[in-house]
């Protein structure tokens, strides 16, 4: 299977999703941004069920999210989530994400988050392997000035 960038995740909205005003939580657009995410490392062979000997780039932690709610997603429904890999640095990794509409119309948010690599037993930023390298390096579209 072939990975395109942008990674594109269709996610479904329900009604547990929604606040008070019908309109979707704030705090859902990272769960769909991560379940995406999971969904992009998934196609690339990266799986968390794997052994750390297997993959041991599952071994990271989130360093930092960014967000920006533009126009509210009132209801149920479906969003898109896109992911463009904008940065892979040497134990960083950069993913810029859109949650649009599913014909990609109007877009509801858009953020980064940065992920860092760390070593199992030291807990230290260490080198992403190369296998994650050479997986992810062609995805990444530097972000328009």
Same mark, same amino acid.
């Given at each position: ?13 329900? *009604? ?9 939580? #704030?705090?859902?657009?990272? !769960? ?11 196609? %690339? ?7 750390? &000997?297997? #993959?041991?780039? @599952?071994?990271? =932690? ?8 533009? =126009?509210? *997603?009132? +209801? &149920?429904?479906?969003?898109? =989530?896109? !992911?463009?890999? $904008? @940065?892979? +640095? $040497? $134990? ?14 109007? =877009? *509801?948010?858009? +953020?980064?988050?940065? !992920?860092?690599? %760390?070593?199992?037993?030291?807990? @230290?930023?260490?080198?992403?392997? &190369?296998?994650?390298? @050479? ?11």
């Amino acid at each position: 299977m072939t990975v395109l960038s942008p990674f594109r995740s269709v996610q479904r909205v329900y *009604f547990d999703d929604l606040d008070a005003l019908n309109i979707l939580h #704030n705090v859902r657009y990272l !769960l769909f941004i991560e379940r995406a995410r999971g969904e992009l490392f998934n196609a %690339l062979g990266f799986h968390w069920q794997d052994d750390l &000997e297997h #993959n041991p780039d @599952k071994w990271h =932690v989130i360093a930092e999210h960014g967000i920006r709610y533009l =126009v509210p *997603f009132r +209801g &149920e429904g479906e969003i898109l =989530v896109e !992911l463009t890999p $904008s @940065k892979l +640095g $040497s $134990s960083s990794l950069v993913i810029d994400a859109r949650v649009r509409s599913p014909h990609g119309d109007i =877009v *509801f948010a858009d +953020g980064a988050t940065r !992920l860092v690599r %760390l070593d199992p037993l030291t807990n @230290k930023p260490c080198p992403w392997s &190369e296998r994650f390298r @050479k997986a992810l390096q062609p995805l990444v579209k530097t972000p328009a000035a």
